[in-house]
């Protein structure tokens, strides 16, 4: 079935540093991709999409490309603050189907001042 | 502001016990969803309903049940046969083509 593999572990970081968040994906079509966001104690909130291959999501100075040749999201953003400490998921959607997002195990980044 | 809501935050089950979780949504969205969250095992779904009076069991539905009476409504209930219950549940909406909204979540213990 449809699945997402991201990087394992906890990414811990100074501010203003540059930070990479692997993920890649198992997909049988053409799904959709997205990354979630988590703080603390809360709901999670789309940070970004991207709906086709070669498609660029961005967002609060977040970018991923979604590149269908090596089945890779990555999320990307060129210098980090104390506020993006949070956790961060890769998912996946078939959406044309009935709408299942199918998720990574998520990534706690912790920016240090 | 629309959005969903869960209800309580926080929740307590004793040995035995039913215990159902709320979610409310006031986007209009036909569909709805419940997700289990465990520490460093991502989002698991329970299940999910894309339609009222219709559901479907997703990957981890043992021991969980579901009713969708109302469009706005997607209540969700723990039995006593899910045995290890203690974990973070989260309910989202959403319609085709787009991206799931999600609520703040429930955390539920045992006593």
């Known amino acids: 079935g449809d699945s997402v593999t991201q990087m394992e572990g906890p990414v811990t970081l100074s501010e203003e540093a540059f930070l990479t968040i692997n993920c890649t994906y198992t997909a049988t079509g053409y799904p959709s991709l997205f990354w979630y966001v988590q703080y603390p104690g809360e709901g999670l909130q789309l940070l970004l999409k991207?709906?086709?291959?070669?498609d660029k999501g961005s967002n609060k100075g977040f970018e991923a490309t979604y590149r269908k040749e090596t089945t890779s999201f990555h999320l990307e953003k060129g210098s980090v603050q104390v506020s993006d400490s949070a956790v961060y998921f890769c998912?996946?959607?078939?959406?044309?189907?009935?709408?299942?997002?199918?998720f990574g195990k998520g990534n706690q980044v912790v920016v240090i001042p | 502001d629309g959005g969903i809501t869960q209800s309580p935050k926080y929740l307590f089950r004793k040995e035995g016990q039913n215990v159902t979780l709320s979610c409310e949504q006031n986007?209009?969205?036909?569909?709805m969803y419940w997700y289990r969250q465990d520490p460093g095992q991502g989002l698991r779904l329970i299940y999910y309903?894309?339609?009222?009076?219709?559901?479907q069991k997703g990957d981890i539905a043992e021991g969980y049940s579901v009713s969708r009476e109302k469009k706005e409504s997607f209540p969700l209930t723990v039995t006593s046969a899910q045995k290890n219950p203690t974990a973070f549940y989260l309910c989202a909406s959403g319609v085709l083509s787009q991206p799931q909204h999600f609520g703040d979540g429930t955390r539920l213990s045992i006593l």
């Open positions: 991207a709906t086709k291959a070669d």
């Open positions: 309903s894309q339609i009222v009076n219709d559901f």
């Open positions: 986007l209009n969205h036909d569909a």
């Open positions: 998912a996946l959607s078939d959406l044309g189907g009935n709408n299942r997002l199918a």
